[in-house]
């Protein structure tokens, strides 16, 4: 195979959701599907801490859950699939964002019976913003829910995105009678009495009367429905998928491996190839350049704490990695030689046989990469477009246990701030050192590391969450700090105020109407 059928055949995506809305179950049972795993189960073992290999940070095993994101990769009709985690709840960090800017696509898993929610709008936003195509999967159909029509439409009113249905449920719960499937031409039955689970549409594009589904109140339902929407609803637009403006939606049940492989095989027809990337100089580098480039968008440290090593994985971005070659590490502008890599399995993590545009490579770190790093060969020579940073919204204050210990404990912050494992502050006022997350569990993997790798004892103070605001150098002045308004400065040195809540910043506002408040900084 050429590298550019090679490349061709990738597909990357990331899957999106609300805990417990069945992202792990759907994962399993695509892991299934593409032959990675034999029984599913394997990947909620790891999930519920009882999975078998030890390799896993202690923090990960005692909170059962996985610390960062991982990768899952499987072939399944002619296409290599990557699947890039992105862990929901309190594991939540800076992690599973910039996850989402290494994927080509996203699939959106949503729980019937709750619609919407907090978590998924979160992530649908950051992959609203990168335009890349969103597929949507309504799951738990076995279980009572919400009414299709309205799901769809909260899809429209909530997210903001235009939804076309690709199949459609016949009733639900209970009375769950399998999937009316226009798509395909055929109707994929719940449970079906004959054995018989696909029953193909007749010569007049019809379920054939002798069926007894036809006789299904509910059958006649989902039919009403459906072509109400293909008459009135959204149409079928490749283009509008692939910009990111139109989901396809697909309903099933992953718990019962239902209208998942249908799910699978329609999204690996439109999910898109590797996409290119920007570099500073807005120049878009084609993963077929023949010339190997990637960028670092996480770095997990102590995957085996018995070798205290870090992975940095990478997203390549164009050609081909092979093993022991050497490649620019563009903002040192030095040559480092990619020999120890691996690429990760469901059940493990392999040597790297091929890795080409669009798969993940991770490479043995210590201590040279940064996330956001970029890496090139060849006529290549320009950083890709830097990641976008993710305001916090969870805050600690933090010292040193022991006082004699400063210059470890300084040496570890700046380290693990400039990594992009958290973010600093240092109050204006006072000069406490105060750090930011999306995600509580960055503080633990934080305290985790200062001790483990810095030998540095901690004492974090939890400020709850807060609103940040940068505002300009010239309207800077001591006087407005307070504690509901906390003056400080990034790691940039740029001037903000860590506000209490919403309110405490209208509040401030109307004292200091001159005093722009900015979501971003900006000079
Ligand atoms: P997550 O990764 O998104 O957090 O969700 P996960 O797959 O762990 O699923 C959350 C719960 O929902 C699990 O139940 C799971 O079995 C259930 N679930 C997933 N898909 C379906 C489905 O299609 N139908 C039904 N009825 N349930 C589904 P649990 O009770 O939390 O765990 P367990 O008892 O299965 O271990």
């Not at 960062?68 to 890039?84: C, E, H, P």
């Not at 006649?220 to 396809?248: C, I, R």
């Not at 800077?476 to 906390?486: A, H, Q, T, V």
Request: charged share 30%.
């Amino acid at each position: 195979m050429t590298l550019q059928e090679e490349i061709k055949k990738r597909r990357t995506f990331a899957i999106i959701s609300h805990p417990d809305a069945g992202k792990t179950t759907i994962t399993e049972q695509l892991l299934k599907f593409g032959g990675a795993i034999r029984e599913a189960g394997t990947v909620k073992a790891r999930k519920t801490g009882n999975f078998a290999k030890s390799d896993w940070m202690d923090i990960e095993k005692e909170r059962g859950i996985s610390v960062t994101s991982s990768v899952m990769q499987f072939d399944y009709a002619g296409k290599r699939v990557n699947i890039l985690d992105t862990p929901g709840h309190e594991d939540f960090s800076e992690d599973t964002y910039r996850t989402l800017m290494a994927v080509d696509a996203a699939v959106m898993v949503i729980d019937s019976a709750k619609g919407i929610e907090a978590q998924t709008k979160k992530l649908f936003q950051v992959v609203k913003r990168r335009g890349i195509p969103v597929f949507t999967f309504i799951n738990k159909l076995d279980r009572d829910g919400r009414e299709p029509l309205d799901l769809l439409s909260e899809l429209e009113e909530i997210l903001g995105i235009a939804s076309v249905p690709m199949n459609w449920p016949i009733g639900m719960g209970k009375n769950f009678q399998g999937l009316y499937d226009f798509t395909h031409g055929r109707v994929e039955v719940y449970q079906p009495e004959d054995g018989k689970r696909f029953v193909e549409f007749d010569e007049n594009g019809e379920v054939p009367t002798s069926h007894p589904l036809t006789k299904n109140p509910f059958f006649t339902q989902a039919l009403e429905d459906a072509e109400l929407l293909l008459d009135a609803g959204n149409q079928f637009s490749e283009e509008e998928v692939v910009a990111g403006q139109l989901t396809p939606v697909f309903f099933g049940s992953a718990l019962t491996s239902f209208g998942v492989e249908t799910f699978l095989e329609t999204f690996l027809e439109y999910a898109p190839e590797p996409h290119s990337h920007k570099t500073v100089d807005e120049e878009e580098i084609e993963p077929l350049n023949p010339d190997f480039s990637g960028f670092i968008f996480k770095i997990q440290a102590n995957m085996d704490p018995r070798h205290r090593d870090r992975i940095a994985f990478v997203r390549i971005v164009s050609g081909e990695f092979e093993r022991g070659m050497d490649v620019n590490l563009v903002r040192m502008g030095k040559k480092v030689k990619l020999s120890n890599v691996t690429q990760f399995m469901a059940e493990s993590r392999e040597n790297v046989e091929n890795a080409v545009a669009g798969d993940i490579i991770g490479v043995y770190d210590t201590g040279t990469y940064q996330v956001g790093d970029t890496l090139t060969t060849g006529k290549l020579k320009k950083a890709f477009e830097p990641l976008p940073t993710f305001t916090p919204e969870l805050f600690m204050r933090v010292q040193a246990k022991n006082v004699m210990k400063q210059k470890s404990f300084q040496k570890g912050i700046d380290q693990l701030v400039q990594e992009g494992a958290i973010q600093l502050y240092k109050s204006y006022t006072t000069g406490d050192i105060m750090l930011g997350a999306v995600g509580q569990l960055q503080f633990e993997v934080f305290k985790d590391r200062m001790e483990r790798e810095y030998n540095s004892e901690t004492i974090m103070t939890p400020m709850g969450s807060k609103t940040v605001r940068w505002i300009k150098e010239e309207d800077l002045d001591e006087k407005m700090s307070s504690s509901r308004n906390i003056l400080a400065r990034d790691r940039f040195d740029h001037p903000l105020f860590l506000f209490e809540n919403e309110f405490a910043m209208r509040w401030f506002q109307d004292k200091y109407p001159d005093v722009e408040l900015l979501e971003q900084f900006s000079v």
